[in-house]
């Protein structure tokens, strides 16, 4: 598998770009959550979870296109819900002809990580393998872990 490293110039572009992503919701096909109860133990203190996965394909320029995932996470307490900053996520892109992508990205004060790959025909799928942060526990089993785009 490829890494993909995460800039701060992807992060520029990928904020620009990012309200593409949003006024995608409406029209985002179904997420899926894809952890079974009995593999995963039930959070109930500083629970991280992937509340939104948003996929959309942009064109940045004439000669580029890419495919950017933008991953929400919150931080789920007992009477409180926010988004929280610097929690790492670990996620796998699997492209149109079946390879795999390493992509790892950090969450900005809202919440939010953005991840792109380059655009292809076909059907891409992003997948979270894994999310941490200091003293909190991944909620896995509430999370939504994969989405796909065509």
Do not use: H
């Not at 992937?50 to 991953?71: E, F, G, L, N």
């Not at 996520?89 to 790892?104: C, E, H, N, R």
Request: positive net charge; hydrophobic residues 45%; aromatic residues 8%.
């Amino acid at each position: 598998m490829n890494t993909i490293s995460y800039t701060k110039t992807n992060r520029i572009l990928l904020t620009i770009l990012a309200f593409v992503l949003f006024a995608s919701l409406a029209l985002a096909p179904a997420q899926t959550k894809t952890a079974s109860a009995a593999s995963v133990p039930t959070c109930t203190k500083n629970c991280l979870r992937v509340t939104d996965i948003i996929m959309a394909k942009v064109s940045p320029s004439i000669t580029r296109s890419v495919v950017i995932a933008t991953v929400t996470v919150k931080q789920i307490n007992p009477g409180s819900i926010q988004g929280v900053e610097g929690v790492q996520i670990f996620a796998i892109w699997t492209l149109p002809d079946g390879s795999q992508v390493k992509a790892f990205g950090t969450t900005d004060r809202t919440g939010r990580a953005f991840f792109s790959v380059a655009d292809q025909p076909g059907i891409f799928t992003f997948t979270i393998s894994d999310v941490q942060k200091a003293k909190c526990t991944f909620d896995r089993l509430n999370s939504i872990l994969t989405k796909s785009i065509k």
